[in-house]
């Protein structure tokens, strides 16, 4: 039978080289950046418990554990109202600009339709098959510029 030591000596360097990949199988982002972010709020999680506790030790100075708890508590129930507010206000904030920049792309594409329409009405009437040939040939390099 193995014990935990020698299964931690099998398992260690395969979970650190699957760790240190360059990216993810399926979303292709790093998985060393995902870590570090992850560590990053698990230290914010417990800085910030840490903070409520110092503050709660500073509140017990001057007033009873009763009043100091519900000081506390009303400092965590502010900053989360004002976290729940900014995110809120964000949100509308980029909501916004993305609808605006929607409804400029789209008069831009209905300005540039309706010139073409104006310009190319003829001559593609005139010569149909070099027409499909051009727009072909044009649709062939969008693609690959743009996937």
Known sequence: MMDAKTLFAIAEPYIIERLLQNGAPLTGKSKAGFGCLITALICA?????????ALYQWLLFNFTP??????????????SALSILTAWGLLKYQKMKSRALQRQMSE???ELIEL???ELAEPVRDHPKAALLIASCAGLIAGHKLL
């Open 116 to 118: 073409a329409n104006g």
């Open 45 to 53: 999680c417990a800085g910030a418990g840490f903070l409520v506790y």
């Open 66 to 79: 009763d009043i100091a708890a519900a000081l506390t508590g009303a400092a965590l129930m502010f900053l």
């Open 108 to 110: 831009t594409v209905e």
